[in-house]
């Protein structure tokens, strides 16, 4: 079945930039998104991009997708102790009726 | 503020009450899903309905009875959980089914005593 990995920590400076990275398997995948999850709280959806765009930005947020080696990459610049939250990468497909599959999640912690 | 919401936020039970998790949604969606979130293991769909047809039940025990009213409610029937049930009970809603970014609801962290 469809798969998707990301590395479970990172941790970085304030006003460093921070890159969380993910891998999936699912070559039919339409849809790549990043999830943000502060403590206690549900996810928020943060941005996402369709497979046939290389790359996407929104402010300080910028998703890199390589199709051919289905890797997909969100650089938050300039981090602050806000971020500090786990990231899931996650990728659906139209002919997946519905379903997306979700990473691990990445733990980023911000240090001031 | 995602549009989504829960109720209720927190919850504890016993193994023989009976409770049932809510969800609604305020976007004109036409897809609902709940999804188990435990610690250490990646998010788990169960149940996906969309236009108040459930379409997919991820091989969930019967314990979990869930039920769509409406396009805009979601509701989770709990009864006789197991302490392995405790988790966080995330509730999301789409456009449609397929290849839409998905709304989430704040949670329900349930513990079974």
């Known amino acids: 079945g469809e798969d998707v990995e990301q590395s479970l920590f990172l941790s970085v400076r304030e006003g460093d930039s921070s890159v969380i990275n993910c891998t999936y398997t699912d070559s039919s995948s339409t849809y790549l998104y990043w999830y943000k999850q502060e403590p206690g709280a549900g996810l928020q959806l943060l941005t996402y991009i369709f497979s046939n765009m290389d790359m996407k930005q929104d402010q300080r947020l910028t998703v890199l997708l390589n199709k051919k080696d289905k890797h997909l990459s969100l650089r938050i610049a300039d981090t602050q102790t806000g971020d500090s939250a786990i990231y899931f990468c996650?990728?659906?497909?139209?002919?997946?009726?519905?379903?997306?599959?979700f990473g691990d999640g990445t733990t980023l912690t911000v240090k001031p | 503020e995602t549009g989504v919401t829960q109720t209720p936020r927190h919850l504890v039970m016993g193994m023989t009450n009976k409770k049932s998790l809510k969800c609604e949604q305020h976007?004109?969606?036409?897809?609902m899903y709940w999804y188990k979130q435990s610690a250490k293991k990646p998010l788990e769909l169960m149940f996906v309905y969309s236009l108040e047809e459930r379409v997919e039940n991820n091989s969930v025990p019967s314990r979990f009875s869930p039920e769509c009213p409406n396009s805009s409610h979601l509701f989770l029937h709990l009864h006789t959980l197991q302490p392995e049930d405790s988790a966080l009970y995330l509730c999301a809603s789409s456009q449609e089914l397929g290849g839409h970014e998905q709304y989430f609801g704040p949670g329900t962290r349930l513990t079974v005593t």
């Open positions: 996650a990728e659906s497909a139209n002919t997946n009726a519905g379903k997306s599959t």
């Open positions: 976007l004109g969606h036409n897809a």
